[in-house]
């Protein structure tokens, strides 16, 4: 039913009002066939009643309410029509009478009514059983946001940092200063799986053992790489490791350009440290298996291994805009 507008912010209220409207314009018309002698039988009429508030219920109210709410209010109002239908003796056993007529099968109608109600209410509970065990198999609505915004700070091995203005402390130039553009000049470029700068230069090859600076943390970070986090983000650090399937989200692919690359390198500090569990709530509820590095490896050795992450996937980490 949309054509009659729910007015936002006043719903509950609209909600009451309508169905107060409807009991009223209910009462009336009942009121009105009862003084020309057509009255409603008292047990129709609570029938009627109650299936009209279930409806309204399921089709009316927007957004939807879940089947334990609709559950509540159609007790609630089962509660009230029966204080209605009982409220002197002689409306009471009104009420009572079509039932008690079918459960005594005064008359082969009534006999033929039970005999249904035999056949129809066991299956129809049956039915109910065997649906509600059915297994589902719908994915859950899962509304997850990948990259919550970060904390202004984050605390780890006993240090604050803020994350504004924090740099990583091997992202270093020849002079060992800061300098993000020397070491983006500096990754490496891939191609068919393979890494295309000269081998022979030792600015370009973290495994030379005679790199110094920047491309030596590189191959430190590598090294950590390979030791803990290749098992799920995968030798290519495509996300495809040993132990990738087995979970839900699966480990970031570090290739794609939705990971690290549009990330600060801070964020990716704080994402390290803290793994899936240390996820702000809006994280949830995806369970996320990363683990909280700072329970296994220093500040430096995460520093290290993020900067390992942008040199082999080629990105370079966002700035602060
Ligand atoms: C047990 C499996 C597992 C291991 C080991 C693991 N990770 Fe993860 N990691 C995940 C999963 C799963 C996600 C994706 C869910 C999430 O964002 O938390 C993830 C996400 C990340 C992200 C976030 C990327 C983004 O786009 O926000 C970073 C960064 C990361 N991992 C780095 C690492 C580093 C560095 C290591 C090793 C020191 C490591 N991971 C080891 C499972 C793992």
Redesign the pocket.
């Known amino acids: 039913m949309t054509w009659l507008k729910l007015v936002e912010g006043y719903m509950p209220m609209q909600m009451i009002s309508e169905l107060g409207l409807s009991i009223l314009v209910f009462v009336l018309v009942n009121w009105a066939l009862h003084r020309s002698g057509m009255g409603i039988p008292k047990f129709w009429a609570g029938v009627g009643v109650f299936v009209f508030i279930q409806l309204y219920l399921k089709y009316r109210i927007y957004p939807p309410i879940p089947f334990s709410v609709r559950a509540i209010y159609g007790t609630v109002s089962a509660c009230g029509i029966f204080m209605w239908v009982s409220g002197s003796e002689k409306e009471w056993q009104e009420f009572k009478r079509p039932i008690l007529n079918v459960m005594d099968g005064i008359t082969n109608f009534h006999q033929s009514v039970r005999t249904a109600m035999l056949v129809v209410i066991p299956l129809a509970l049956g039915g109910f059983a065997y649906s509600s065990f059915l297994p589902s198999f719908e994915e859950p609505i899962e509304l997850r946001t ?2 919550p915004a970060p904390p202004a700070t984050t605390k780890v091995h006993g240090k604050t940092f803020v994350l504004q203005v924090v740099e990583n402390p091997y992202r270093v130039n020849a002079d060992g200063d800061y300098d993000q553009g020397y070491t983006d000049a500096r990754i490496v470029e891939q191609a068919m799986g393979r890494l295309m700068k000269d081998v022979n230069d030792p600015n370009y090859n973290p495994w030379d053992p005679n790199a110094d600076g920047y491309i030596k943390y590189v191959r430190e970070g590598g090294e ?2 390979f030791q ?2 290749h ?3 995968g030798d290519n650090l495509n996300g495809r490791g040993l ?1 990738a399937y087995a ?1 839900n ?4 692919n570090f290739t794609d350009a ?3 690359a549009q ?1 600060q390198e801070t964020f ?1 500090f704080w ?2 440290s803290k ?2 569990i240390g ?1 702000p709530g809006e ?1 949830f509820p995806w369970a ?4 909280p ?1 700072e329970q296994h ?1 220093t500040v430096d050795e995460i520093w290290k ?2 900067m390992f ?1 942008y040199w082999h996937t080629g990105y370079y980490p966002r700035t602060w805009d």
């Open positions: 990948v990259h950590i790489f803990n986090c098992f799920c983000h132990w979970f989200p699966i480990p970031a939705g990971t690290i990330l990716v994402r390290v793994g899936g996820l994280g996320s298996v990363m683990p590095w490896l291994v993020v992450e």
